[in-house]
């Protein structure tokens, strides 16, 4: 397969193409290449996938958590097939239990100013998934592929912090504290009985104080 990186041109034979091989979705293929990885496009076309415009409009956007294409992708026909983004050495979220909450919501506070400075642009960020998180000691969201650059009503990044944090809250969060069944039954039961917890995770960030203190009062 001979594809164009970004300027550089690359030519990968089937059994090097093998041992890059990372995964593969209803999207493309996934490859490390180096400190890269390759999102291939399938042949079949998506209406909704990232195009060529908004893949190169995202990539001059620098985000630190949040990760955004790098270079953009072509084959041999310079025709746009997929693009790059930073490769994440993934430990499961499950062994990850030693995060305390202070480092979880200084973690949580990067992703927050990037979801922020996105936002601002004009970028609708809505695919959170366990798929899409990646942990190396640091928190990271891949797979821009749902990322759309729309009109913003003025309450583009209000909504993106509600869908963030109603994730954190039923996926992540039970995952960093290593609660047992017994810690997130309490845990859920409090959420929905807590109003006050409802309105400041919609409006606010986890560097809140009251959201720290929250999350110590129901995990300790």
């Known amino acids: 397969m001979k594809i164009r990186i970004g300027k550089k ?39 909704d996938r ?18 955004l294409p790098k270079d953009l992708i072509y084959d041999e026909n310079n025709k746009f097939i997929g693009y790059s983004t930073k490769f994440i050495e993934n430990i499961d979220f499950k062994n990850a239990s030693y995060l ?5 919501c200084n973690e949580m506070d990067l ?8 936002n601002d642009k004009g970028v609708d960020v809505e695919d959170y998934s ?9 928190i990271y969201f891949i797979d821009p592929g749902s990322h759309r650059f729309v009109n913003d009503d003025g309450l583009l990044h209000r909504d993106n912090r509600y869908r963030l944090n109603e994730f954190l ?18 845990f859920r039961r409090e959420i929905d009985l807590s109003d006050e917890f409802v309105d400041f ?20």
């Open 50 to 67: 990232l195009n060529e415009d908004e893949a190169y409009k995202l990539s001059k956007i620098k985000t630190d958590r949040i990760l």
């Open 169 to 186: 809250v039923w996926n992540l969060i039970p995952y960093m504290t290593d609660m047992s069944r017994a810690k997130r039954n309490k």
């Open 201 to 220: 995770m919609r409006y606010e960030s986890l560097e809140d104080e009251s959201v720290k203190s929250f999350i110590k009062r129901i995990t300790r």
């Open 111 to 118: 992703v927050y100013k990037d979801l922020k400075l996105l």
């Open 9 to 47: 041109l690359f030519e990968f034979s089937e059994e090097e193409l093998d041992s890059m091989y990372i995964d593969e979705g209803m999207e493309g293929t996934i490859y490390r290449f180096n400190d890269d990885a390759l999102k291939i496009y399938c042949d079949f076309p998506r209406k």
């Open 100 to 104: 305390s909450v202070y480092d979880f």
């Open 130 to 138: 366990l798929y899409n998180l990646l942990f190396d000691g640091s």
